[in-house]
């Protein structure tokens, strides 16, 4: 809804002849709904900066959000929505900043000989004012959408630490569910390792993963075969009794990769390979 060239001067002109009065009475209804969480300097600032928003879009005529001449008041009201929605403040509390300016708007007018446009010009600026909180809400849900997928992808470099349990030879410890988006972190930050470390021994250790299928293990052979594109060799540990059955049932085939049923037992097969000296590996010799 755009306003005409002649209510958008009138609310120009209302909103700058009574500026101290709109924007103080905005920041206490804005204060009010807030409950103190944000300072009344804070608070004035960001409302003098949408008052002085709409002043500029109402002086270059037609008022709409979509115009040139409201491209000021969308960046204030997108900015408005982004702090918002960082701080954590609820789309419905940024929405009420917006939705207070009709209060106030409406006493002011009451307050005001009526020139026969009273009523019409109210229900215009009401339009626009919902027009805003419209858009600050939209601007507020893309914001937690991008601040809930940057969580996401955090979580997900949490719950694939990749250590470094000798020299040469690094472990993904990999618990819960392993889907693609997981695995591709999987694959980045072992590979990354690798390279970090000139490790030449990688083991991947499931068993922390609850079962293991066909894309499950697709996702495993791919990060075996990527590192050893690297020069790394990788060994599989955490094979469970369930585990193993499950793979021989699915006809998976894990070729020449070597398989553990534990991470010590993966560990200790590698410090065999690299020709390291075990109490594990001296008991064996002496038993032999």
């Known amino acids: 809804m755009a306003l005409s060239p002649e209510v958008s ?37 960001q409302v003098q900066d949408l008052h002085r928003g709409m002043v500029v879009a109402g002086e270059g005529g037609t008022i709409d959000l979509e115009s040139e001449q409201a491209t000021e008041l969308r960046a204030v009201l997108a900015e408005l929505s982004r702090g918002r929605a960082r701080q954590g403040f609820t789309a419905t509390e940024t929405a009420v900043s917006i939705h207070a300016l009709k209060d106030v708007l409406l006493d002011l007018m009451e307050s005001l000989p009526d020139d026969g446009n009273r009523l019409r010009d109210f229900v215009a600026f009401s339009g626009l004012i919902d027009q805003m909180g419209l858009f600050t809400f939209e601007s507020y849900v893309r914001t ?25 030879v690094v472990a993904v410890p990999l618990v819960g569910t392993l889907d693609s988006a997981r695995a591709q972190v999987v694959m980045e930050r072992l590979l990354q390792t690798l390279v970090d470390t000139s490790s030449p021994y990688a083991i991947i250790d499931i068993t922390g993963v609850p079962a293991v299928d066909t894309q499950v293990a697709q996702h495993i052979l791919k990060t075996v075969v990527a590192a050893r594109l690297m020069g790394a060799d990788c060994i599989i540990s955490g094979i469970r009794p369930q585990i193993a059955q499950t793979i021989v049932e699915l006809g998976i085939e894990f070729g020449d990769i070597a398989t553990k049923a534990s991470l010590a037992d993966a560990l200790r097969h590698v410090l065999r390979l690299t020709g390291v000296e075990t109490a594990a590996n001296r008991r064996a010799r002496r038993e032999v």
């Open 144 to 168: 937690r959408e991008s601040l809930i997928a940057d969580q996401a992808e955090q979580l997900l470099e949490l719950s694939t630490p990749v250590v470094k349990l000798w020299e040469g």
């Open 9 to 45: 001067g009138r609310l120009a002109c209302l909103l700058t002849e009574h500026a101290e009065l709109v924007t103080q009475r905005w920041t206490e209804a804005v204060a009010a709904s807030l409950r103190g969480r944000l300072s009344q300097a804070e608070l004035r600032g």
